[in-house]
């Protein structure tokens, strides 16, 4: 057996059956090792190589957290909340509140479609923007799955399609330059062409969530989500103003130096100083952000090392030329099995950055071999490698989401984010994909 769909699979399983998924991933991990062949310290210098890659993001996450927790003391995106539940309040009718939603909904979709392109601070902006508005989305009655759904699409249709931002680093730097280096001439390629179709299949599955899947009302519990927002502390104009400098300050600060550990602290000392957050409560509050974001930073770490054990085991390329026996000349096979084994990897690994890399080099001779065009050997790889992003328990692609709508522990990382991603998401996108690959 292939060491690669056991420990994926065994990681699912084991999360779906209510194991933390950090828990889950080192216990697929020692598995895939084993069933790869390679005896146990072997397989522990592999993991403890593989984590010490996430100990950065975790960091980052951490601190985020903290910023997150003072911007929320602060009372600045209390602003944005009083306001929306004041006009909550004024609206009568179903019709009122359903524009409401569509508004809170669009403002989310713009922030994270922003946040790849316009601004690229990827999940920064989630633990800053989305806890504050729980308030809101219990009052309308909005299901946070649906939330979880849009932001998902919103982190990761822009850098599949858009070559700006994170788009420019996975369309050019990654998807055109790793197929490069693997021997295809891609001079003339337009990638956003080769990625279109993809990009449609990511645009149904949006449209069927909001349209069909979780129109229905969802109720949750506002005495939980009162004492996770803090709303036991009053703001004035001093705060509200230190706020929005420090979120600007921050955001320049990672920006320029393309470290979200110095913009999260550059904003939290501001708060420190400005006396926003008073000295003696700076620990608490560092510590309820490690809170808020531990979790998806100690996945994170978890996450590298399953990864470096997956590729030691070699088990990567069997996958694929094992499949590739089964191809033959059938075309239509051949693009939906490497669809899947990419679909396999992402999900295994959590990052579709990191799954070109890995699947460039042993699909595009393939695909060369079989007859594909160069515009679907492009699209193909791409797909491939975005196929599990979302849908994937280790992907910050879901795990951001988690981390702001679960602030008030309400919302279970694999049953509201995680299935609702995979199966609106990976799925049309798998189709689309394949189109993409028979049609180019």
Not at 198 to 204: D, E, K, T, Y
Not at 355 to 384: E, R
Request: glycine share 10%; aromatic share 6%.
């Amino acid at each position: 057996m292939n060491a690669v769909v056991i420990a994926v699979v065994l990681m699912l399983v084991l999360s779906l059956a209510r194991m933390h998924v950090m828990v889950a991933m080192i216990v697929a991990a020692f598995v895939g090792g084993w069933v790869g062949g390679l005896d146990l310290n072997t397989t522990l210098e592999a993991f403890n190589a593989g984590i010490g890659g996430g100990a950065g993001i975790a960091l980052s996450y951490a601190l985020l957290g903290g910023f997150a927790v003072a911007i929320s003391l602060s009372g600045l995106p209390h602003l944005l909340a009083d306001a929306i539940l004041k006009r909550i309040g004024a609206e009568t009718g179903g019709k009122q509140s359903l524009w409401l939603k569509n508004a809170l909904l669009l403002l989310l979709l713009s922030a994270a479609v922003m946040s790849q392109n316009l601004i690229p601070i990827h999940i920064a902006f989630i633990p800053i923007l989305v806890p504050p508005l729980l308030m809101v989305m219990a009052k309308l009655n909005l299901d946070r799955r649906l939330v979880a759904c849009v932001l998902t699409f919103g982190l990761i249709t822009p850098y599949m399609f858009l070559p700006v931002g994170f788009g420019t680093i996975y369309l050019n730097d990654i998807l055109l330059g790793r197929v490069a280096e693997a021997g295809l001439n891609v001079e003339g390629v337009s990638v956003v062409k080769a990625m279109a179709i993809p990009a449609l299949g990511m645009v149904a599955g949006l449209l069927i969530a909001v349209l069909f899947s979780y129109r229905k009302p969802r109720e949750y519990n506002i005495a939980r989500i009162a004492v996770a927002e803090h709303t036991g502390r009053t703001y004035d104009r001093k705060s509200l103003l230190i706020a929005a400098a420090a979120v600007v300050l921050a955001f320049v600060v990672q920006l320029s130096t393309d470290s979200m550990v110095l913009g999260a602290m550059a904003g939290f000392v501001l708060f420190s100083v400005t006396g926003v957050v008073r000295w003696n409560e700076s620990e608490g509050v560092v510590l309820d952000g490690i809170k808020m974001m531990a979790s998806i930073g100690f996945i994170m770490i978890a996450a590298s090392g399953f990864s470096e054990v997956l590729e030691k085991t070699g088990h990567i390329a069997e996958l694929v030329n094992g499949s590739a026996g089964w191809l033959g000349d059938n075309k239509a096979l051949a693009a939906l099995l490497l669809l899947v084994v990419g679909l396999l990897l992402t999900m295994g690994i959590g990052s579709s950055f990191s799954t070109i890399p890995i699947i460039a080099a042993i699909y595009v001779p393939l695909c060369v071999q079989m007859g594909f065009s160069p515009l679907a050997i492009v699209a193909l790889v791409g797909t491939a490698g975005a196929l599990g992003d979302a849908g994937s328990p280790a992907s910050d692609s879901t795990l951001g989401p988690t981390a702001g709508l679960n602030a008030d522990g309400q919302h279970n990382h694999m049953r509201d984010t995680v299935v609702p991603t995979f199966l609106h998401f990976n799925l049309p996108l798998l189709v689309a994909g394949w189109i993409a690959a028979m049609v180019l």
